[in-house]
């Protein structure tokens, strides 16, 4: 699945794994801000995609699921996100919490217009996304 992701600059895989994880790093920015951290990416192919931080000087932590559900309706799909993170910077901490909301309409986003791509214009995304920010 490749997917657009509001911010990302860059991504590359590093490393692919047997068990079909892979690390990837990926460079985000805003602006001026520009930072790369490597991601673990687990991929359970059409149900869900589970990202982890490593080896990263930005996040304290960061996960992020996504799990992808055949909706109520036959034709309809549930798009389950849950991001949970921690920028070590007391700056990024701040930008974050202003525009946290904005950050998760885009990638949200991001992942309905794929599937809007990939099953045509008229499909129904229905959205569930929990937030925590430590």
């Not at 805003?30 to 149900?47: D, G, R």
Request: charged content about 20%.
């Amino acid at each position: 699945m490749k997917i657009s992701l509001p911010w990302c600059q860059r991504s590359e895989i590093i490393q692919r794994n047997p068990d079909g994880s892979f690390d990837a790093e990926l460079e985000i920015g805003f602006k001026f801000l520009v930072e790369s951290y490597v991601s673990h990416v687990e991929l359970n192919k059409s149900k869900s995609v589970k990202t982890t931080s490593s080896q990263s000087s930005l996040f304290d932590h960061l996960i992020n699921i996504w799990e992808f559900n055949p909706g109520p309706v036959p034709g309809t799909c549930n798009l389950y996100f849950l991001v949970d993170f921690k920028f070590q910077s007391p700056l990024y901490r701040q930008m974050a919490n202003m525009f946290f909301k904005e950050v998760v309409s885009r990638l949200v986003g991001s992942f309905n217009d794929r599937c809007r791509l990939i099953y045509g214009p008229g499909v129904t995304v229905l959205e569930h996304t929990y937030e925590q920010r430590a």
